[in-house]
């Protein structure tokens, strides 16, 4: 049964991403994005997806180029290399490709993760209060959070609301720096207003209190990840930055994970405690040298910053038909391995080799 969870990427989009699905593909800005599963879905021009990320760049790009995104929630729309907005994707949303753009901060995305992962109803956190992210609502304006008749909501993977504000049941005790019996907090944190003396605040719930932001679950029905290492019965094992890929690879309800090298179980038996994902958690397993090119994946090869520089230049001030001409040319091959001999070129791959030594390739400015 585990073998039968190693495909191609062209099998695990084929079986488990049809056109609007709700997509979270994991990562951080430039580091183990899943490209060789986003490169396969524009292969397969699957459209109008509803993609979720947090400190999303080059994916999102890609598939906004491509024209495939209807909905997207995200933390982050920049691009490292001299794009502080994504090119394609803010074009996209200026003229109506992307239909609906739904924001969060990183900390708070985080939370809905960590509550879809726990089967949770909500999460709570304070770093979105007084922002303009609770202002603006384009789920609700569009009329999405409404629910059915029955009470389930109108789209499986869009909460009935954005954000809740309650009153902290427990006045605030919690808060850093905070009172001990041994004497005073000597925290670094000191956002704790209210020891400053500071008046209780009655916005969004009327009342005087210390006010909590409770966050919705994210609950795609696909979630994508990278890792260096998977075993044949499924283990993930990520190593150096874990990012958001823990909480969301677990919130949805199917995992594909595509990784650097395939391995026995018996190989991540070895220090345990660092595989973060059990077999039984994941569906299927893409086998993928180099397929998060050109992101970075540590202990294996750094991020090729030509190819941001270069992608820069080649879409800036294009219309999108002449962004998505560049994107359907450059993914254009039977599969990753196909892509990465024609498009990048074995002898640059191996300029982007990891040393040993760091984790990461120290010549990496001399390249560049």
């Not at 994941?282 to 991020?303: K, S």
């Not at 962004?323 to 191996?350: M, N, T």
């Amino acid at each position: 049964m585990a073998t039968s969870k190693i495909m191609s990427a062209a099998e695990a989009v084929a079986t488990f991403i049809q056109p609007g699905c709700h997509v979270a593909f994991g990562g951080f800005t430039i580091l183990r994005r899943p490209m060789t599963i986003a490169r396969e879905i524009v292969r397969q021009e699957i459209g109008e997806l509803y993609v979720a990320m947090n400190g999303g760049t080059l994916v999102e790009e890609m598939l906004a180029g491509a024209g495939l995104i209807k909905w997207l929630e995200t933390t982050y729309i920049g691009l490292e290399g001299g794009m502080p907005v994504a090119y394609a994707t803010r074009k996209c949303i200026e003229e109506g490709v992307i239909q609906l753009v739904e924001d969060y901060s990183n900390w708070s995305f985080a939370q809905r993760t960590l509550a879809g992962r726990l089967g949770l109803p909500f999460m709570p956190c304070l770093s979105d209060l007084g922002s303009d992210l609770m202002t603006y609502d384009t789920f609700g304006q569009a009329g999405l959070r409404d629910l059915r008749e029955d009470g389930s909501p109108g789209h499986p993977g869009i909460p009935p609301a954005k954000y809740a504000v309650i009153d902290d049941p427990f006045a605030g005790f919690g808060l850093r720096p905070g009172l001990f019996a041994s004497g005073p907090d000597n925290v670094g944190n000191t956002s704790n207003y209210y020891r400053q003396g500071g008046e209780l605040s009655t916005k969004y719930t009327g009342k005087p209190g210390v006010k909590v932001l409770l966050v919705p679950p994210l609950k795609p029905d696909v979630s994508v990840i990278r890792a260096q290492r998977v075993a044949t019965d499924g283990t993930v094992r990520i190593d150096g930055l874990v990012g958001p890929d823990f909480d969301q690879g677990l919130c949805g309800k199917t995992l594909i994970v595509e990784c650097e090298r395939l391995c026995s179980p018996e190989e991540l038996r070895h220090l345990p405690e660092r595989n973060i994902i059990a077999g039984h958690f994941v569906d299927a397993i893409v086998v993928q040298p180099f397929g998060a090119y050109p992101t970075a994946v540590p202990d294996y090869y750094d991020y090729d910053y030509s190819w941001f520089r270069n992608y820069t230049t080649a879409v800036n001030r294009r219309s999108l038909e002449e962004v998505k001409a560049f994107w359907l040319d450059h993914i254009a091959s039977k599969d990753d391995w196909d892509y990465l001999e024609r498009q990048v070129g074995f002898a640059q791959l191996a300029t982007l080799r990891a040393d040993p030594k760091y984790r990461y390739n120290p010549a990496l400015n001399a390249l560049q």
